[in-house]
């Protein structure tokens, strides 16, 4: 238990709820698709998606329009053809074989992608990968694309010059059959694996590692909402916050961390790190180095979960994009959906956080940055 590497799970969650746990099924149900059938979205199935991405951008604290939906045929038609266009997009050559072309695309003012700290991008990230789920839930295919060609697609959607799209994601039907040759052994060995929790994880500090412990016939009672659009209905609300008494600390801990374990990354990289913290004496210094709102009642937070992620990675310097501000916050998106599945109360923290402090508490060695904070009780 616990050392897996890869997507399976490093344990069965779904059996120490003594209700339906059903959230686990689109954790490990989604992954990146590369293979797409004709997919033609009727008109309520864009507005459901429109909803959606509204709902998803509130509860993140994202500004409404940053995420655009393109259903229409012949804007996805072009999206898909112009995207892979320049040498460091080749990766998605394999867009060219395929006929997806519906996209989510984020779309946010190219200051904030140059701040040292972006405030937007990781709100923006985490309420598209809330989509992705959502979509998954569906049995819709997705797949985050970071590789893309920003203006052509930009030109595509008649957005200005002063307009960033670091990331798009696309989605449709799933095809059936297996891609040619290197496309198809790329996905198969190198999409699947996942690096252990122990590696990714750390309790108090980075360098010690978060074991998996036994469950000790320990069972608890999850939330009767277990479908995205409810989930964020929730995290919006700050609640539902009713969590008994019966919920284990260390394995709903644990739970947050594994579904960020198995969440999507550029490359594959995984270049995350997540510190749990549980000390009550280092839980009162990491709610000093938080937004002043939250130093109120800090009592009440029984964990928190640090989300680091390296910087100057080998994709960022090739796609020179900043892929710890994405890669994190879709971790985060998973984290807090599971927090609340379990009814814990949820905050998450990306911007006005005092950084040094926090990569400080959590021992973040160097060229590691926090990207955000979860608190949960
Ligand atoms: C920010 C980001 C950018 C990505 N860019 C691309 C891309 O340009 N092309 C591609 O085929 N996959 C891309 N991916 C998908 C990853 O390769 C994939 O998530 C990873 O290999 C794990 O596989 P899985 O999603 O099937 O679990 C991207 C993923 C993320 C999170």
């Not at 059996?15 to 990146?32: E, F, K, M």
């Not at 994202?62 to 655009?68: L, R, T, V």
């Not at 978060?210 to 009672?221: D, H, L, Q, V, Y």
Request: hydrophobic share 40%; with cysteine; glycine share 8%.
């Amino acid at each position: 238990m616990g050392d897996k590497s890869s997507r399976k799970p490093s344990r069965e969650y779904r059996a120490l709820a003594t209700n339906s746990w059903t959230l686990w099924d689109v954790i490990y149900g989604r992954r990146s698709l590369r293979k797409y059938a004709p997919f033609e979205p009727d008109e309520r199935f864009a507005e459901e998606l429109s909803r959606v991405i509204a709902l998803a951008l509130k509860a993140r604290g994202a500004p409404g329009g940053s995420i655009i939906p393109v259903t229409d045929r012949d804007t996805g038609e072009r999206i898909r053809k112009r995207s892979y266009v320049g040498i460091t997009n080749k990766i998605n050559l394999w867009l060219a074989r395929n006929q997806v072309n519906a996209f989510l695309v984020i779309a946010l003012p190219s200051e904030d992608m140059e701040r040292d700290r972006p405030i937007l991008l990781p709100r923006i990230a985490m309420a598209l990968e809330d989509c992705v789920l959502w979509l998954t839930e569906r049995g819709i295919g997705t797949c985050w694309l970071g590789g893309v060609n920003e203006r052509e697609v930009r030109k595509a959607l008649s957005l200005d010059e002063g307009t960033a799209v670091p990331a798009i994601v696309c989605f449709g039907e799933p095809g059936s059959g297996r891609l040619p040759g290197y496309d198809d052994l790329m996905v198969r060995t190198f999409s699947r694996r996942r690096k252990p929790l122990a590696e990714i994880a750390g309790l108090e500090t980075a360098d010690r590692p978060f074991r998996i412990g036994p469950s000790g016939g320990r069972t608890f009672e999850v939330s009767e909402s277990q479908d995205v659009e409810r989930l964020l209905d929730d995290l919006d609300r700050g609640g539902p916050g009713d969590s008994q008494g019966d919920l284990p600390l260390d394995i709903a801990l644990e739970a947050c961390l594994e579904s960020a374990r198995v969440a999507p990354s550029a490359s594959n990289l995984q270049a995350w790190k997540f510190v749990a913290v549980t000390d009550r004496a280092r839980l009162d210094e990491l709610m000093t180095a938080l937004p002043r709102e939250m130093s109120r009642g800090t009592d009440a937070w029984r964990a928190a979960v640090v989300a680091a992620g390296m910087v100057g990675t080998m994709s960022s310097r090739m796609l020179d994009k900043p892929f710890w501000m994405l890669d994190v916050p879709i971790a985060l998106s998973h984290m807090t959906l599971v927090a609340a599945s379990m009814r814990m109360r949820v905050g998450v923290w990306t911007d006005g956080v005092d950084e040094t402090a926090i990569n400080r508490l959590v021992s973040l060695p160097d060229g590691w940055r926090s990207v955000g904070v979860m608190t949960v009780r």
